[in-house]
């Protein structure tokens, strides 16, 4: 903004003065912010899928991960709705790229964008409906609705679609290993993604400054989930009593930090659990790469999914309590503004 540091206009002329720098700074550079959206989708969603084809499984179309699909939602849940046909026209060239270069047949290619894009729009228009704005991961209820909607309901609906187009394009051949399949993968990639992006793009999080002991908490938390990750999942043979080793860690995660975090702690220990069942170790290396997939996915997500609600109720606690104090603050401080101007009367 600009300074008047030696003017006196009166308040009214200063709000002018304000109002025109501000269009013309909205005139400027607004044109360029809604060109980095589609850019910015383009882009995650080229890199998304390079990763989720490097989370395959051995001999299997299975990836642990698919995160095209979360980054055309995260991108519908924070862009307003007049925007969705930019998001959504800005993920076709990427899929497609991507899908030819893995030699997916023309149909199938259809088949996945109509699935991923399928279930980007069910998620965020049922989510929409029911938080009437921004989703915000920072309440009981709100986490209620974006596992309902996003995680449980449109992976269940549109997998139903797209699995029987993935058989009838000839890219998969068993439709209910597909679905399965398709589901948990695409849960898992909810849970696990879309709180972190959720919370980077958060405006109160840039106001909000972090201390330097709560950047060493999180180095600490980070060294013992992977020395527990490694515990659990990286020997030869598996022992049933250290499966559970990282869930103390990602308590510590659900107590001391957000969702946001708490999903990143999953991200890690769902990524060290990949390495070591897609190499032959740890307790779901023990059938087929594609059984062994959907075991690991069905267990993360049901160890997560408690501790998610867990974090919610905390964080909603600690909202509360922080705008019970910053009430009392004002109104202690109103008492003692009255009671001294009733002295000086």
């Known amino acids: 903004m600009l300074d008047y540091p030696e003017t006196k206009l009166a308040p009214s002329a200063l709000v002018s003065a304000y109002e025109i720098e501000t269009g013309i700074f909205k005139r400027i550079f607004w044109p360029s912010r809604r060109a980095l959206l589609p850019l910015l989708v383009c882009a995650g969603y080229f890199g998304g899928a390079l990763i989720g084809q490097s989370l395959r499984f051995p001999n299997s179309h299975l990836a642990l991960l698919w995160p095209p699909t979360v980054v055309v939602l995260a991108a519908l849940l924070l862009a307003p709705p007049q925007q969705w046909w930019i998001v959504l026209l800005a993920a076709v060239p990427a899929h497609v790229v991507v899908q030819l270069k893995d030699g997916v047949p023309a149909l199938g290619i259809l088949s996945q964008l109509i699935g991923n894009f399928g279930q980007a729009l069910v998620a965020a228009l049922s989510v929409r ?99 527990a990750g490694y515990a659990a999942f990286g020997k030869q043979i598996a022992v049933p009593t250290l499966l559970y080793a990282p869930l103390p860690f990602l308590l510590w995660a659900a107590v001391r930090f957000e ?26 290396a023990m059938e087929s790469a594609a059984e062994n997939a959907l075991s690991l996915q069905f267990f993360l997500i049901s160890v997560f999914l408690p501790l998610m609600f867990l974090s919610a109720l905390i964080s909603e606690r600690r909202n509360k309590e922080e705008a019970l104090r910053d009430s009392e603050a004002r109104y202690r401080a109103l008492v003692m503004a009255t009671a001294h101007m009733v002295w000086r009367a």
């Open 129 to 227: 409906y029911f938080v009437k704005g921004h989703l915000q991961l920072d309440s009981f209820r709100a986490v209620t609705i974006f596992v309902l909607c996003a995680v449980i309901l449109a992976p269940f609906l549109v997998s139903s679609i797209a699995a029987y187009l993935y058989v009838l394009s000839g890219w998969e051949q068993e439709y209910g290993y597909v679905w399965r399949a398709r589901v948990l993968s695409n849960a898992l990639s909810t849970l696990t993604l879309i709180p972190p992006i959720l919370m980077v793009f958060d405006p109160r999080s840039a106001k909000t400054p972090v201390q330097r002991w709560r950047y060493m908490e999180f180095g600490l938390l980070t060294a013992g989930l992977i020395a």
């Open 259 to 284: 969702i946001g975090i708490l999903s990143l702690a999953l991200l890690m220990a769902s990524y060290l659990a990949f390495l070591s069942t897609s190499s032959g170790l740890g307790p779901f």
